[in-house]
Every structure is written in C-alpha cells, then in structure tokens.
C-alpha cells in the first residue's frame, strides 16, 4: 500500500547493509513516520513488546526476522532455543506469533550453526512474501461483499475496530484488504474509523493509513458505533482477529464484542478476515482457553496526541489516585459472526466449515 503516493511494506531487511531490519514505528503514527532500524534480536523483541509493530501477521513476521537476526550473532542450538523462547513470551495473544516462531524452529533446528542464518533470513522472507499473497486473497474474497452493496454509485458503509490495514500485516491487510481494493476498483466506499481506546490504533493507525491511500473514512468514538448501525448508516462491519479457535470464536482488540452485539440486534453482517495461520486449532472454546493479555494501566490512565502549540505531549485523564484495568482483547463468540473472509474464500465461523475449508490444517 502507499503513503503519499509511494508503496511500503510495514518490515523489510535494510538494502544498505542487508541484514538488518526495518520497521515503521507505529507508536509514533500518526505524528511522524518514523522508519525504524533493528539489529538485534533484544531489539525485536522490545518492538514487538512494546507495539512498535502490532497486528497479528505483523508480529508473527516480526518475530521470524527476531529469530534471524540472533542467527546472524550466534546460530548455536542454545541461541535459537533462546530466541524462540524470548520471542515467543512478547505477546500472549495473537497465534501467529506462536505460528511464525513453530516455522523457523521447524525449518532451523536440523540445519548445522553454519548453514541457519541464511535460512533464517530466507524463511522470513518468505513468512512476508506468503503474508502479501495471502492478504491480498483476503481482498479478493471479501471485495464482493462490498461491491454487491455498491450498485449504481450507491455509497457503501463499513464500520471497522481497532487496525488490521497494512501496518497491522505486512502488506494490504486483513479487514481493510477488501476495502482498499473496493476503493481502487472506483466503488464509492467510506469506512466507519472507531476510535478504539485504549491506545486509540482506529483513531491513529487505521485513519492514518485510509488518508494516505485516500480511501474516504470518518473517525468515531467507540461508543457511537451502535448508533450509526441503529440509523442505518453501517452496511457491514468488518474486522480482523489475533486468534480464531476451531470452532469460530474470535478474539480482537477490547470492545470488538460490543460491536458484534449491536450488529447482531440491528440486522448488520459481522466479518472476520484472517489467514489461516491466525486460527489456533488446538482449542474450541475461546472464552475459556484464549489467553487474554492485561497491558499496562498507563494506556487507559494518559493519552498521547499534538498539543495546540504544535508538540507531541503524553496526559494523564483520569484521577491520580485511580486505578485502572487493561484487557487488551475479548472474545466474540461464534454465534455472533456472520462469517470469516479468508485467504481461501468466506465460511462459516464454525469448526464444520473451517475444517473443510483447511482440511490439511484441522
């Protein structure tokens, strides 16, 4: 996809030197782009961390290109051991990390300490190269959902939550893949931006890069959402996932259940696109088995934005002496999902449909 005309992908190797790695810091978004370079795997580690990369694909590739870079500085059985072990610890959630990590373990671990760093790198080129495929797919099978709305001219509405563009992958995204390409396709789309607090990646990243490619979108508190689908004004909502069980459940960024429930009482489709390697096969129940990740309260406690003199200040908005809790995510129960947007085409959100769509996976 493209800022301001030119195209990025969201983590590269650097053509300078050739080995290390590049990422868009997306903490700094919308302020400033700031193209960050990573040569360690410490170093990758904190970047996913601390969500300078974010987004299930993302991470996952991220972490492969983690692994290749502790490659680089030492490729012995106890260094790769660690690394998948740092790694893999950064964020408990989203299944591709686990996924990405399970591939280089299984593509490194019988090659010699001579022969790991070039496979390294050359597997995590491919975990990228694969993703863009696999996104772009996601475009294509989702594309129809809006064009079938879109007759005549006619404006269609998609209400989206938290970011899954390109930033959140490593190329066009999950949600927003069917969007980008109904935009490029000449159909008349604007998107519903939720703001999504905390951390407010709607407000900052998905509207950042809907402006970029200048796709038309109107940015939204999260509580109004209900209210838009209530007067008629959302089609469909679309939205990404960090970890899809066998059975449907969906797990996103905080308050996408919300959203589901008011789809659900105001007639509105709710999707879910994902690629297949965010589907975590080995559980059924989501509420019981996703881990849910609890961040720092200092994400609900203060905001960052531009002050009216131009700076970039981080404020606290709530009470000093106020505590405050942070789930990360929720869980959308299957029953809720009108279907999945995958790389292979659109399903059921249940364990029937997603087995026969992936039957070498299930």
Known sequence: MKIDGTPYRSIWVDEADGWSVRIIDQTKLPWAVDLVRLTTMDEMAHAIRAMLVRGAPLIGASAAYGVALAMRADASDSNLAQALALLGATRPTAI???????????ALQPLSPAARTTAAYAQAAAICDEDVATNEAIGRHGLPLLAARAQNGRRVNVLTHCNAGWIATVDWG??????YMAHDAGLNVHVWVEETRP?????????????KHGVPHTVIADNAGGHMMQRGDVDLVIVGTDRVTR???????IGTYLKALAARDNGVPFWVALPSSTI??????????IPIEERSAAEVTTMTGRALDGSIATVRIVPTASPAANPAF????????TGLITERGLCDANETALTEMFKELA
């Open 330 to 337: 929720d869980v959308t129960p299957a029953r809720l999902v």
């Open 247 to 253: 059975s449907g459940d969906v797990a996103n960024k």
């Open 174 to 179: 999950t949600a927003l893949a069917p969007i």
């Open 199 to 211: 951390r407010n990646q709607g407000a900052s990243l998905t509207a950042w890069e809907l402006g």
């Open 96 to 106: 591709n990390l686990r996924w990405a990590l399970a591939r280089m373990k299984r």
């Open 280 to 289: 975590d096969w080995t559980i059924s129940d989501g509420l019981a088995d």
